[in-house]
């Protein structure tokens, strides 16, 4: 471990390399676009069946996330990220090596199951570890480290495309994996988690190594202890306490909007949207790539926005840029891209929405979800949104390729638009801004009783 000097930059360095966790979640996302056709020729697959395969990752992933719940609070979140970490390698090259769409679909379940654990682990710990100033620009480079999976993975996939080596497209995946693990044992536990286990001494330790200032790690401790003394925890603090369910709803329906804005429809499915603007073979690989570097320069946005503008108003900037751009692509694509300005045009639009995205919901519904759940209750409210987040995952996975058949694509995106322009409304009346906010102030306004959208007030 680091030497006490320099506790903010070690926190840095713990937060990111948790954070990795989101390139492993990121791989898997942007993989399967690329292999999907070649994987559909090879086992003779149809659409549902494709469909199932994406979505197979999402069924194991919320099988994770429940898991995750016990596993955080029994063995710690550094041991939970160790067991991700194994779990995605072993699922990677599973997939790789899969002789059928049914095998496959397993293989996918286990990857996803090492996805679950992960994001519900990593925002934790690193909300857990990071200083409340940087708090919310730590968690959002989770979200970074997801675009830049996304993107390795889509450029992977358009160089291993001229071959058809779909199996190396999936397993190539697990080099980075295994390197995640060996980086992620020399993380430190939560200091939190050590309290809540008795570890007193080994949490000051950990605390003096990530803050550096012992009056900072003093008054941190205190808060730490004070919060732990309340008895309630869990589904019991569920139970028995309604400004806890409202905390709980309302990070449950923060990942249902954060899947609902369409986004992970182009994740998995961007060769299907190039191909129905008008671009087709290695063109509809190659704009997937461009759509991964555009999901990474946003997000640098949101990292150097959130902890100043705050999170409301990065939310709903986006959640309108995000309304102009599916409606747009969803009217280019209703009247036909049938020349070369219209199929650039319908790609910028395309684009922009991922600006939108990148820059506000993608990494701010994880920094919020791990903001407002109180300690003695966290990992139960962050294991409901997070399954939450994968059973809708679920959803948008196995229904678009239906609905792109059923309604057509200027219809399936106009829906997805006008969901971004009920989720700006939704921000505006129940989201709180938490920007320089202990945690420990937002659990004391949101046991008082105050409104959901002042908690961080």
């Known amino acids: 471990m680091a030497a006490k000097a320099g506790g903010g930059d070690h926190s840095f360095f713990t937060a990111g390399m948790a954070a990795l966790a989101g390139l492993m979640f990121g791989l ?52 939970s990220l160790i067991l991700g970490a194994i779990l995605f390698v072993i699922g990677s090259l599973f997939c790789a090596a899969a002789w059928s769409v049914e095998s496959l679909i397993i293989a996918r379940v286990v990857l996803g199951l090492a996805i679950g654990i992960a994001t519900f682990t990593a925002p934790l710990y690193i909300s857990e570890i990071a200083p409340p100033e940087k708090r919310g620009s730590m968690i959002s480079t989770y979200q970074l480290m997801i675009t830049i999976g996304i993107l390795a993975a889509f450029v992977s996939d358009t160089l291993f495309s001229y071959s058809g080596a779909w199996r190396w497209m999936l397993g190539i995946v697990a080099v980075p994996g295994a390197l995640f693990l060996i980086g992620v044992t020399r993380l430190p536990n939560s200091p939190r988690w050590l309290l809540m286990r008795g570890k007193n001494r080994e949490a000051r330790e950990v605390l003096n190594q990530l803050r550096g200032s012992q009056a900072v790690v003093d008054a941190e401790y205190r808060d730490i202890e004070e919060q732990l003394r309340r008895p309630q925890a869990g589904w019991s603090l569920f139970q028995q306490n309604p400004n806890f369910r409202r905390s709980v709803f309302l990070g449950v329906v923060l990942q249902v909007v954060q899947q609902f804005t369409g986004m992970n429809v182009v994740m998995y499915y961007a060769p299907r949207i190039f191909q129905a603007a008008g671009f087709q073979g290695h063109m509809a690989l190659w704009g997937t790539a461009i759509v991964g570097l555009v999901n990474v320069l946003a997000t640098f946005i949101a990292i150097g926005f959130v902890d100043r503008w705050g999170r409301r108003p990065v939310l709903l900037t986006g959640f309108v840029v995000m309304f102009v751009g599916m409606g747009v692509l969803g009217y280019m694509l209703h009247i036909g891209t049938t020349t070369l300005p219209a199929q650039i045009f319908a790609v ?33 409210g962050i294991a409901a949104s997070t399954l939450t987040n994968w059973v809708a995952n ?3 996975g196995i229904t678009f390729l239906t609905m792109l058949n059923s309604f057509g694509s200027g219809l399936t995106f106009g829906i997805y638009a006008a969901l971004n322009l009920l989720f700006f409304f939704f921000t505006i009346f129940f989201v709180p801004e938490t920007k320089g906010v202990t945690l420990e102030h937002i659990e004391a306004n949101l046991m008082a009783g105050k409104p959901l959208r002042n908690i961080g007030a």
């Open 28 to 79: 898997d996302i942007g993989v399967i676009s690329g292999a999907l056709d070649f994987i559909g020729k090879a086992f003779g697959a149809d659409d549902s069946a494709k469909e199932w395969i994406v979505s197979s990752m999402m069924f194991g992933a919320a099988v994770g996330a429940l898991a995750a719940g016990v596993l955080s609070f029994r063995l710690g979140r550094k041991v």
């Open 348 to 380: 910028v639009m395309l684009l922009i929405f991922i600006t939108g995205f990148a820059m506000s919901a993608g990494p701010l519904i994880w920094v919020l979800c791990s903001e407002v759940q109180p300690t003695k209750g966290r990992d139960f």
């Open 394 to 396: 679920f959803i948008v």
